[in-house]
C-alpha cells in the first residue's frame, strides 16, 4: 500500500514539472544519438533514474549502494569534456509528449524527487546524447520511429568484431538477430548483481580482450564509469543497457514488458534462469569474473 507520503510527493510533482520543464536540457534525439555512434571510436555513457539513485546515496535492483560507485558515477556524469565521450540523459528529460500516458507521472515523480541532483550535475550548456538509444520502443506511444533506429543499430554493429561485457543472464543477441551481422563476438561474463564489487578485475579484462573491438557494454551502473575510463584511454564502448530485451519486444510486437524466461528481466530477478546452451554463446565467452 503506497504511503500517504507518496501520494504527497506524486501532487508536488505535477506542480513542479512546469518549472523544471523551463530548464531544457539540450539532448540529442534518438536518432541523431546514433548517428553519433556510428563514428568510428565514439563512446557514450547513458544515466538514468537508477543512476541518479545511487548519487544519492540509495541502492537499486542488482546493485547495492556502493560510496565509491556513487563518487565516480557523479564523476562521471560531469567528465562533459572527454574527447569521443558523450553523456546521454533520458527522453523524458527532453520531452514527455511521445511517452506513455502511464509512464508520465512516474517520470514527474523522479524529476521532483531527484531536482536537486539534476539541478547539480546537468549542465543547460552542454549538447546530451539520449540514454533511450538503448530503449528505443517500449516506452513510446507511437512505435513508428523504431524501425528506422533498430535498422541504425544493426547496421552499427555489421561487420564489427564485438567484444560484449555483460552480466551472467544477459545473453545479449541469443534467440534473436541482434549481433546476426557482426563480423565477430567475444564476451566477458560478468555477475549479474553487484557487478561493482569486481569492478577492477573487469576493467583489467576489457582493456586485454576489447583491443580493436567495438566493446558494449550491458552491466547497469557499473557500465559508467568503466566506459569513462575505457574512453579515456582511447577505447570504443557503447553502453548499451537493455538493448536486447527492446529489440525482443520490437521483434514481438509486444505492448507490454514480458519476461524471456532464459534471459535477465530488468523488473523482476534472475532466479530460475537455465543455464544457457546456445553453442554460439558457450563459444563466445572469452573471460568468466563470476565470484
Known amino acids: 500500500m503506497k504511503s500517504i507520503k507518496f501520494y504527497i510527493a506524486s501532487l508536488l510533482s505535477e506542480l513542479y514539472y512546469p518549472l523544471f520543464k523551463m530548464k531544457k536540457y539540450n539532448i540529442m534525439s534518438i536518432s541523431e544519438t546514433i548517428d553519433y555512434l556510428s563514428i568510428p571510436g565514439n563512446s557514450i555513457v547513458r544515466f538514468g533514474d537508477g543512476e541518479f539513485l545511487l548519487m544519492s546515496n540509495k541502492g537499486i535492483n542488482f546493485q547495492e549502494w556502493d560510496p565509491q560507485l556513487s563518487t565516480m558515477l557523479r564523476e562521471t556524469i560531469n567528465e562533459l569534456h572527454i574527447d569521443k565521450l558523450l553523456i546521454c540523459l533520458p527522453e523524458p528529460l527532453r520531452s514527455l509528449q511521445n511517452i506513455k500516458k502511464k509512464s508520465k507521472p512516474v517520470w514527474k515523480l523522479n524529476f521532483f524527487i531527484n531536482r536537486k541532483m539534476y539541478s547539480n550535475n546537468c549542465s543547460n550548456k552542454y549538447r546530451y546524447g539520449n540514454s533511450f538509444v538503448s530503449r528505443p520502443y517500449m516506452a513510446f506511444k507511437s512505435k513508428r520511429e ?37 563480423k565477430s563476438l567475444n564476451r566477458i561474463i560478468c555477475p549479474s548483481s553487484n557487478a561493482f564489487r569486481n569492478y577492477n578485475k573487469i576493467l583489467e579484462a576489457a582493456k586485454y580482450y576489447g583491443k580493436n573491438r567495438l566493446i558494449l557494454v550491458a552491466l547497469g551502473p557499473t557500465a559508467k564509469p568503466l566506459i569513462l575510463q575505457l574512453a579515456q584511454e582511447g577505447y570504443w564502448a557503447i553502453d548499451i543497457g537493455h538493448l536486447d530485451s527492446e529489440y525482443e519486444w520490437y521483434l514481438n510486437k509486444t505492448e507490454e514488458k514480458t519476461r524471456n524466461q532464459n534471459k535477465h528481466f530488468a523488473e523482476s530477478d534472475d532466479t530460475m534462469i537455465a543455464p544457457c546452451t546456445d553453442e554460439d554463446y558457450i563459444k563466445s565467452v572469452v573471460c568468466n569474473i563470476i565470484e
Open 146 to 182: 523504431a524501425d528506422k533506429v533498430f535498422k541504425k543499430i544493426l547496421d552499427l554493429f555489421c561487420d564489427k568484431d564485438i567484444l560484449i561485457i555483460e552480466g551472467e543472464y544477459s545473453r545479449s543477441g541469443v534467440g534473436n538477430d541482434l549481433f546476426g551481422k557482426a
